[in-house]
């Protein structure tokens, strides 16, 4: 399968662990996005990478969230410290050109 | 951003066009607007973006209005697999490529 692969798809957590997702993109793609989904809103935009290099955050993404790209390749986004207000389905998308990204199937967090 | 507005839901009948609209009439000249759909459980697809001249690939046409400040996304022979929500984005020229999101149309497709 060449798409973008996020890991796990579900993850139940209780309040204030720490929970961490995966997602590899596809392998030539430089971009990479991550975005979280709350139920009926579309999704939102919390950061970008180009290469291994982290150029933008939104403010929805707290110092109680972190991500990283090491060596441009895979990206890890970490959330510490969990609270229930971070239950949504965090997306991950990658692409080569602008506009056109692909996203994965997602990782649903729900917190407890 | 550019703020766009979009209906909440349409039916359209299995096998006829569905004609998804788009307003987006704060757009600046240099401004893409972009089509995507989210499969219910399933990630956003690209489906196709434009400028100014109206585009058409495989999965869709879109048809931009002369002044830009509106667009509608074509599907021409809508089939039960189309059911989705379908989001229109005119974002902020940017490089990094991030896409803002709305709440989208829901488009349900009946046989």
């Known amino acids: 399968d060449t798409g973008v692969s996020q890991d796990p798809r579900h993850k139940i957590t209780k309040r204030g662990q720490n929970v961490t997702f995966r997602c590899d993109p596809i392998?030539?793609?430089?971009?990479l996005y991550w975005y979280r989904q709350t139920l009926g809103q579309g999704p939102e935009f919390l950061t970008y990478?180009?290469?291994?290099?982290?150029?933008?955050k939104s403010r929805l993404l707290s110092d109680r969230f972190s991500a990283e790209r090491p060596k441009g390749s895979f990206s890890t986004l970490e959330i510490q410290r969990t609270e229930q207000g971070d239950s949504a389905m965090y997306l991950c998308?990658?692409?080569?050109?602008?506009?056109?990204?692909?996203f994965g199937q997602g990782t649903r967090l729900t917190v407890v | 951003d550019a703020k766009t507005t979009q209906p909440t839901s349409m039916d359209c009948a299995e096998g006829r066009a569905a004609n998804l609209p788009c307003n987006h009439s704060?757009?600046?000249?240099?401004?893409?607007v972009y089509w995507y759909r989210q499969i219910h459980s399933q990630g956003p697809q690209y489906i196709i973006h434009?400028?100014?001249n109206n585009e058409t690939n495989e999965m869709a046409s879109l048809i931009i209005t002369e002044d830009r400040k509106s667009s509608t996304l074509i599907l021409p022979h809508a089939t039960l697999r189309d059911t989705a929500v379908y989001y229109c984005?005119?974002?902020?020229?940017?490089?990094?490529?991030?896409?803002?999101f709305g709440q989208g149309t829901t488009l349900q497709v009946k046989p």
């Open positions: 392998s030539e793609h430089n971009r």
């Open positions: 434009g400028l100014k």
């Open positions: 998308a990658s692409s080569l050109r602008h506009p056109e990204a692909f």
């Open positions: 984005i005119a974002p902020r020229s940017s490089n990094t490529g991030k896409l803002i």
């Open positions: 990478f180009q290469n291994e290099a982290q150029l933008e």
């Open positions: 704060t757009i600046s000249g240099n401004e893409y």
